[in-house]
C-alpha cells in the first residue's frame, strides 16, 4: 500500500516518550485507548512502532508480549487527520511481523475496530463459541 509522501514508520525509541504521551493524550481522554502510566508506555516503546511525518508523530501501535504463546497490539491510534490512509494497516503488520519474529504463537487485538483488523488478516479464533468477558471490579 503507498503511503503520503511524507508519512515514515520506524521502530519507537525511549526519546519518543514525552512525545509519544502528547499524542495518545487525546486518545485516552476521548475513552479510545486506556489510560498507562509513563513506566507502561516506556515499556511499549521496546517493541512499539511509530508512523511520523516531519518530526510529528502521527500513529503509533505496539506488542506486548505476554509470554511465548500471547501477545497483544496495544495502544493503536492514527491521528484524525491521517487516518483512512493505509497508517493503522501498516502499524498492525509492523506489529504481526514483530511477534512473528520472536515466534509468538498467537497475536490479539481487543477493539472496537474489528473492521481494521480483520482487514489485516485477523479472525475470532473460535466464532460462536468463546468470547472474552470483563468486568470492572
Known amino acids: ?3 503520503a509522501p511524507n508519512i515514515d514508520f520506524r521502530d519507537s525509541v525511549p526519546e519518543d516518550l514525552d512525545a509519544l504521551e502528547a499524542f495518545l493524550a487525546p486518545f485516552v481522554e476521548g475513552k479510545y485507548l486506556l489510560q498507562r502510566t509513563r513506566d507502561e508506555l516506556a515499556t511499549l516503546l521496546k517493541h512499539g512502532f511509530v508512523a511520523y511525518s ?3 508523530i ?5 506488542v506486548e508480549i505476554y509470554s511465548r504463546k500471547l501477545a497483544e497490539i496495544q ?7 491521517f487516518q483512512r490512509q493505509g497508517i493503522g494497516h501498516r502499524l498492525v503488520q509492523l506489529c504481526v511481523e514483530r511477534a512473528s519474529r520472536e515466534r509468538v504463537v498467537e497475536l490479539m487485538a481487543i477493539t ?7 482487514d489485516c488478516g485477523f479472525d475470532y479464533s473460535l466464532p460462536n463459541q468463546k468470547r472474552a468477558v470483563f468486568i470492572n471490579p
Open 112 to 118: 472496537a475496530s474489528d473492521h481494521l483488523f480483520m
Open 75 to 81: 495502544a493503536l491510534a492514527v491521528a484524525p487527520a
Open 54 to 56: 516531519g518530526s510529528a
Open 58 to 62: 502521527v500513529g503509533f501501535a505496539a
Open 1 to 3: 500500500m503507498e503511503f
